[in-house]
């Protein structure tokens, strides 16, 4: 029974191992197309300094890094996760037209600088300081001023 314990330790050890996060360079050309497309349209003037791939446990993901510092992240099909822009601003183009509109019309002498989303929401931060949560449907569920 021992032995058997130790076999199985063994074995999810090794696995363990084997799934571990890595990390490694890519071409931008390497990058899913809709990423691709992306990129083209809505950051077409930005030089990129580097493209990396993720994978974690049978899932991949990239990171877009511009010369400037910009960063983008994309999901394994290409589809953008997170935008953080340091030196420019995420373009209206590539922000939900819903999220948008409530930027212009309440903040308009803001800029959207960071943009976040995941399965539930998106997640923005404003150049005047502002954090505002919406759900998938563009409506306001959170609103937070970080001075820090």
């Known amino acids: 029974m021992k032995k058997l314990a130790l076999l199985l330790v063994g074995v999810l050890v090794s696995m363990q ?5 890595s990390e490694k360079p890519i071409a931008f050309e390497q990058l899913p197309q809709a990423a691709q497309t992306f990129v ?3 950051f077409p003037d930005a030089k990129v300094a ?13 990171d ?14 290409g589809n953008w996760k ?6 420019l601003t995420v373009p209206a183009s590539a922000i939900p037209a819903g999220i948008n509109k409530f930027v212009t019309e309440n903040y308009p002498d803001a800029k959207v600088v960071h943009i976040e989303k995941d ?26 001023r970080d001075n820090d």
């Open 17 to 21: 191992v084997m799934f571990a996060d």
């Open 40 to 42: 083209k349209k809505n």
């Open 50 to 62: 580097f493209v990396k791939q993720e994978t974690d446990f049978l899932k991949k993901s990239y």
């Open 64 to 77: 877009l890094v511009f010369i400037n510092g910009d960063k983008l992240e994309f999901d394994s099909d």
């Open 82 to 87: 997170e935008m953080k822009c340091r030196t």
């Open 119 to 144: 399965r539930y929401e998106y997640e923005v931060k404003l150049s005047n300081f502002w954090e505002i949560k919406f759900d998938l449907k563009c409506n306001v569920i959170d609103l937070d």
